[in-house]
């Protein structure tokens, strides 16, 4: 059984303040299915496989590191991109939803989820990761309203 933590205050602590962002450990590259401006911080180890867990292989970029520490690591990732204009837009006990006006109009989109393997006993040094994907489309577009009934004139 798989099972995702709670960001410790991530996703209610919407802003970042009081958190100090870590200087990246390497230089940010395109990452797999999160966006450039995502780095490997301090205290995080890439990890490519995602854990095996959750399907995300392939579909996000992740780090890794003791499950005592991610809470903060999942801070200072809140704190570094917020320090890129990327803002805490919503989300719930393991997910943060981040959005990023764009030059052009719109928003991008991607999100930070928190997780790790339950079928461990949960102690401080369990390994637990955050993955980073992007969210396809403009995340701040109108939504169309409903198109009108058919004989029905438009108001």
């Known amino acids: 059984m798989i099972r995702t933590l709670t960001i410790a205050g991530a996703a209610l602590a919407l802003s970042a303040a009081g958190v100090q962002a870590q200087a990246p450990a390497t230089p940010?590259?395109?990452?797999?299915?999160?966006?450039?401006?995502?780095?490997?911080?301090?205290?995080?180890e890439l990890s490519p496989d995602?854990?095996?867990l959750n399907n995300l292989a392939g579909r996000a970029w992740c780090v890794t590191a003791?499950?005592?520490?991610?809470?903060?690591?999942?801070?200072a990732y809140i704190a570094?991109?917020?320090s890129k204009?990327?803002?805490a837009a919503g989300g719930d006990e393991n997910r943060v939803v981040l959005i990023?006006?764009?030059?052009?109009?719109?928003?991008?989109?991607?999100?930070?989820?928190?997780?790790?393997?339950?079928?461990k006993t949960a102690v401080?040094?369990?390994?637990?990761?955050?993955?980073?994907a992007t969210i396809?489309?403009?995340?701040?577009?109108?939504?169309?309203?409903?198109?009108?009934?058919a004989g029905t004139p438009p108001q």
């Open 28 to 44: 940010p590259t395109a990452p797999q299915g999160g966006p450039a401006e995502v780095g490997l911080l301090t205290g995080a």
């Open 50 to 52: 995602c854990g095996g």
């Open 66 to 75: 003791p499950l005592g520490q991610i809470g903060a690591l999942a801070d």
């Open 80 to 82: 570094d991109l917020a």
């Open 85 to 87: 204009n990327w803002l």
């Open 100 to 119: 990023k006006r764009r030059e052009a109009g719109g928003c991008d989109g991607m999100q930070m989820v928190a997780f790790y393997d339950t079928t």
């Open 124 to 132: 401080a040094e369990l390994p637990a990761y955050l993955g980073f």
């Open 136 to 149: 396809p489309g403009d995340v701040c577009a109108a939504r169309s309203a409903a198109p009108a009934a």
